[in-house]
T-cell receptor, first 111, second 111 residues
Framework: KQEVTQIPAALSVPEGENLVLNCSFTDSAIYNLQWFRQDPGKGLTSLLLIQSSQREQTSGRLNASLDKSSGRSTLYIAASQPGDSATYLC??????????FGSGTQLTVLP | EAQVTQNPRYLITVTGKKLTVTCSQNMNHEYMSWYRQDPGLGLRQIYYSMNVEVTDKGDVPEGYKVSRKEKRNFPLILESPSPNQTSLYFCASTGGTGELFFGEGSRLTVL
């Protein structure tokens, strides 16, 4: 059974820093990997989707990478801003489209 | 606007009183799913549906039912709610690329 782990559980950085969030998964036979953002009391917003055949995806200040062989994905946030404060979750999708979520990294960007 | 709509957003009920949480999407997606989110346990999949009249159990299906009579609707039914079903529930639909679109969530409290 797939297990997805995110470390650290919480991270606090000063505004302007570049940062990396980590996601690891135990079963490399994934269909895709997605990163989401969740604000308190809100639903999840999809940030980036990496198909199993891809190595990375970029959107604005965000870059996500995928290394299936090592079972790892990273989300890189450049020039962080207070508005980036949220919980970031990664999720792997198997061939049956069942998603397994990590427990998230709670990011705080200090002004 | 592409969206997934859940109702109700907030509900307090008592043990044993049947309730239904509705979910509707306007993107003509075939794949829909339900999740619950609990502190320390993250998001876990309850049920999913790959198309009309096709549903299957996720990781935590006990105590829940679903139906998929139309492509746009995927209601979650709690026949006899119990306090351990107090949680934050999310409905999602999946596009052709695998990207998930989440509803805003339904916070359920069972007394």
């Amino acid at each position: 059974k797939q297990e997805v782990t995110q470390i650290p559980a919480a991270l606090s950085v000063p505004e302007g820093e570049n940062l990396v969030l980590n996601c690891s998964f135990t079963d490399s036979a994934i269909y895709n990997l997605q990163w989401f953002r969740q604000d308190p009391g809100k639903g999840l917003t999809s940030l980036l989707l990496i198909q199993s055949s891809q190595r990375e995806q970029t959107s604005g200040r965000l870059n996500a990478s995928l290394d299936k062989s090592s079972g790892r994905s990273t989300l890189y946030i450049a020039a962080s801003q207070p508005g980036d404060s949220a919980t970031y979750l990664c999720a792997s999708s198997g061939s049956a489209r069942q998603l397994t979520f990590g427990s998230g990294t709670q990011l705080t960007v200090l002004p | 606007e592409a969206q997934v709509t859940q109702n109700p957003r907030y509900l307090i009920t008592v043990t044993g009183k049947k309730l239904t949480v509705t979910c509707s999407q306007n993107m003509n997606h075939e794949y829909m799913s339900w999740y619950r989110q609990d502190p320390g346990l993250g998001l876990r999949q309850i049920y999913y549906s790959m198309n009309v009249e096709v549903t299957d159990k996720g990781d935590v299906p006990e105590g829940y039912k679903v139906s998929r009579k139309e492509k746009r609707n995927f209601p979650l039914i709690l026949e006899s709610p119990s306090p351990n079903q107090t949680s934050l529930y999310f409905c999602a639909s999946t596009g052709g690329t695998g990207e998930l679109f989440f509803g805003e969530g339904s916070r359920l409290t069972v007394l």
